[in-house]
């Protein structure tokens, strides 16, 4: 029993990861209709601004990590200006297959700047570990459990509580009318693409001290991101944070029950599985295409 609390609070830490990350899918994919297939290059930049900051510039990490996070929401408006900006009149495909050729550079640029050695960050709870019963749990993982609601309580009050988030609402219904009534689409969209940035920031980071920072972390992180919003629905910002959390749980407790080997199998086997008794997903609804 004290090792199943254990395996589950790092199970829900690891799904609050995938959860941020498929938060940063739908987000970009309710306001534009694209899928963000550089989605996991977001995640290792990320965790590489961390390395820079920490490691090379060697400031403290209260100052560090904040610094990462603004330079991820800069970079949130450089690739929307780059990529998505001069695509956005031509066939959603082509902004999609935009986004896959951004991250290939994006991974290659990586590997130039920092190499290919794998790089680990210290966390910003430091090491410490907390007792809960008989089981030993590490700060930095129930860390990374409250940051993620506070993130998930912060993106509700936008999107329901405020004019901006009404805003971005009313996009995300109809561009088209949304431009009509006078909405600011091209500043709003671009809002986006930063939103979707800044939880992609907060991902790398916090996955970061688990893990190694490398050039290779984000594909594996966007793909598991990715079966989460299946599961839970794409375009549901519920439905990513359950699935996100139920790809968590799947793969930390069925790597220690099971075999580490067939974690992924057992991750993408469970979104499969949606696809065939409830491909809507858990929160999942018709979404209708926008011009």
């Known amino acids: 029993m004290d090792a ?14 995938y959860s941020l990350v498929a938060l940063g899918f739908i987000i970009v994919y309710s306001a534009t209709s694209v899928v963000n297939f550089a989605a996991g290059q977001f995640v290792m930049l990320s965790a ?21 996070i603004a330079g991820m929401a800069v970079f949130g408006v450089i690739f929307y200006v780059a990529i998505h900006l001069p695509l956005q009149k031509r066939p959603v495909v082509s902004v999609i297959i935009g986004t896959v050729a951004a991250g290939i550079v994006m991974q290659n640029a990586a590997l130039l700047i920092w190499g290919p050695l794998p790089s680990r ?122 699935g996100g959390l139920l790809v968590g749980l799947v793969e930390i407790l069925g790597a220690s029950y099971i075999s580490s080997t067939y974690k992924d199998l057992l991750s993408f086997g469970f979104m499969i599985l949606f696809l065939l008794v409830r491909p809507q997903g858990i929160f999942g609804e018709r979404i209708s295409e926008r011009g």
């Open 4 to 17: 199943l609390l254990q395996l589950l609070v790092n199970g829900v830490a690891l799904g609050s990861v």
């Open 48 to 68: 590489f601004f961390g390395v820079m900051t920490i490691l090379n510039l060697k400031l403290a990490p209260a100052l560090a990590y904040p610094l990462a």
């Open 121 to 242: 960050i210290p966390s910003l709870f430091g090491d410490a570990n907390v007792s809960i019963g008989s089981s030993v749990v590490t700060v930095h993982a129930l860390a990374t459990i409250g940051i993620t609601l506070v993130l998930i309580v912060l993106l509700y009050l936008l999107l329901y509580r405020t004019s901006a988030g009404r805003a971005m609402r009313a996009i995300a219904q109809d561009v088209e009318a949304a431009r009509m009534m006078g909405l600011p689409v091209t500043l709003w969209l671009g809002f986006a693409w930063i939103l979707a940035a800044v939880f992609s920031a907060f991902a790398g980071l916090l996955v970061a001290p688990m893990w190694f920072a490398d050039v290779n972390m984000g594909d594996p992180i966007a793909l598991k991101a990715f079966a989460a919003t299946v599961i839970g629905g794409f375009g549901s910002v519920p439905g990513a944070i359950a």
